[in-house]
């Protein structure tokens, strides 16, 4: 069965950094394209970073020069860094499978406030 | 950036009734368009991909079609677990990767 488990979210202050994880398990991870979704409270749904099985890595404009995202193949793991955040990068972070967004994680809540 | 419409913002309508939702885009997504359903307090899930093929376990009464740059999630007769938001996403001219607004559709 494929999971997706996010973890590392809270209440940090503007300025302050954050490394989301995302836990993947029951697919062969290593091959497959992943990416970080948002949405803020009442929003929509925001795409905010790409990284496929090898080198290619996309952001979108709002995150651009902040967050990093990255991956470790031996443990299965994906991550956003996410540094200087601000009150609007408040939302709950989602890591998605693949090119059709397959599957999903249940969801991490960041807090952004002073 | 190609800009994702969907119409209508609300749509009401009960079970048995059937749901047309329209996502224009900003430009031709050459049918990299998908569809999405959240529940409240869920995350989001696949429906449609490549505007027409259902993902795995998703009931035949939904169907997409379209092309270019207009597309239709269709659900063909509501059942209750229905109610919820649909998101259209494109990955035809990307990045970014956009959404559309959604639609929620309630009875």
């Known amino acids: 069965e494929v999971q997706l488990v996010e973890s590392g979210g809270g209440l940090v202050q503007p300025g302050g950094s954050l490394r989301l994880s995302c836990a993947a398990s029951?697919?062969?991870?290593?091959?497959?394209?992943m990416n970080w979704v948002r949405q803020a409270p009442g929003k929509g749904l925001e795409w905010v970073s790409y990284?496929?099985?090898?080198?290619?890595?996309y952001y979108a404009d709002s995150v651009k020069g902040r967050f990093t995202i990255s991956r470790d193949n031996v443990k299965d793991l994906l991550y956003l860094q996410m540094n200087s955040l601000r009150v609007e990068d408040t939302a709950i972070y989602y890591c998605?499978?693949?090119?059709?967004?397959?599957?999903w994680g249940q969801g991490i809540r960041v807090t952004v406030s002073a | 950036e190609t800009v994702l419409t969907q119409s209508p913002a609300t749509l009401s309508l009960s079970p048995g009734e059937r749901a047309t939702l329209s996502c224009r885009a900003s430009?031709?997504?050459?049918?990299?368009l998908n569809w999405y359903q959240q529940k409240p307090g869920q995350a989001p899930r696949l429906l449609i991909y490549d505007v027409s093929n259902r993902a795995t376990g998703i009931p035949a009464r939904f169907s997409g079609s379209g092309s270019g740059t207009d597309f239709t999630l269709t659900i063909s007769s509501l059942e209750p677990e229905d109610f919820a938001v649909y998101y259209c996403q494109q990955r035809g001219d990307w990045p970014p990767i956009t959404f559309g607004q959604g639609t929620r559709l309630e009875i």
């Open positions: 430009q031709n997504v050459n049918n990299y």
């Open positions: 998605a499978r693949d090119q059709y967004f397959g599957y």
């Open positions: 990284m496929n099985s090898g080198d290619t890595i």
């Open positions: 029951g697919f062969a991870f290593s091959i497959y394209e």
